[in-house]
């Protein structure tokens, strides 16, 4: 148990949020963006992990190569192993053999600065992961902000770019525009400025087309993304790195950005590893190839909990 277990700044409730927005940012959880530096970080176990037909991509792995188990555990504790070396407090999901894709902790819920929000899942056998998500943020006294309750949402379409600015995905087949829209409508009143990104399903999550490196630094998949996201990017002064397609596919544009210049990346992403190394971030690789075949990649395993300004 760490400190920040013991730390209740706020009473826990089921709906913090301010409808008319004006919500009061926590004190002892959340982050303004996603560049700061990460103190703690939200972890599902793959314990009970299983290949299931997640995504086109997942779907394309069963039928061609299904996901070893073992293998895809034993990377995880490379990626768990790759978060204490740089000492991020890990916090857990409690597992459940009834749960077994929970080891994607962005997917069922998304931390804000004002508490955290509980998505709504689109496969029929993740909605349990919404409700353990509950739990898991009561027992670490983390209000709940709110919860999605107009179609799907799932956390990886929750992109915060910079302080006060967030990129919605509406892909449809796993968030949908009802659920996308509520959401939008909730950061509108908190004064934030919003943008739907409207994708593919292909790509299942806006996480694995763009993804925050640091400050005014983002790394974009080019070949998928939309040029008008691209576009709004570099007019807020965003600097772009771009991540091949085929990397993309491989899940190379799904990293977390620990702050500080700090980055955990798949192996996989070779160009990212490459020209982050040149601009002198550190940059800890963890080859993810097997587990990432059930579905997502580093970002999807992670909900950053605080972030703290260098």
């Not at 983390?142 to 919605?168: K, Q, R, S, W």
């Amino acid at each position: 148990m760490t400190v920040h277990d013991r730390i209740v700044a706020e009473p826990f409730s089921l709906q913090r949020r301010n409808p008319a927005g004006g919500t009061k940012p926590l004190t002892a959880w959340g982050f303004a963006n996603e560049t700061d530096v990460l103190t703690d970080v939200l972890l599902g176990s793959p314990n009970f992990l299983r290949h299931l037909s997640t995504s086109s991509l997942s779907r394309k792995h069963l039928r061609e190569a299904p996901c070893n188990v073992q293998i895809a555990q034993a990377q995880h504790k490379d990626l768990v192993a790759a978060y204490e070396h740089f000492g991020v407090n890990i916090h857990w999901h409690e597992p459940t053999p009834e749960l077994p894709m929970q080891v994607y902790s962005r997917d069922s819920s998304v931390m804000t600065p004002y508490g955290a929000f509980i998505t709504a899942m689109a496969n029929w056998w993740r909605r349990g992961e919404n409700y353990a998500a509950i739990r898991t943020y009561e027992k670490l006294g983390i209000p709940i902000y709110d919860m999605v309750t107009a179609g799907t949402f799932e956390g990886g379409d929750f992109n915060v770019i910079e302080e006060g600015v967030v990129l919605i995905g509406c892909g449809g087949a796993r968030t949908q525009e009802e659920g996308a829209r509520q959401v939008q409508a909730w950061f509108d009143k908190e004064g934030w400025e919003t943008r739907i990104a409207f994708i593919d399903e292909y790509y299942v999550h806006i996480d694995l087309m763009v993804v925050p490196i640091a400050e005014k630094l983002t790394a974009v998949c080019l070949a998928c993304t939309e040029p008008g996201i691209v576009d709004w990017l570099k007019g807020k002064g965003h600097e772009i790195i771009d991540v091949p397609f085929q990397d993309t596919m491989a899940l190379g544009c799904n990293f977390m950005s620990l702050g500080k210049d700090r980055v955990i990346a798949p192996t996989s992403s070779k160009t990212l590893i490459e020209k982050l190394k040149a601009q002198g971030f550190e940059v800890a690789a963890v080859d993810m190839s097997e587990i990432s075949k059930t579905g997502g990649g580093i970002h999807c395993m992670a909900q950053a909990l605080k972030r703290v300004k260098a």
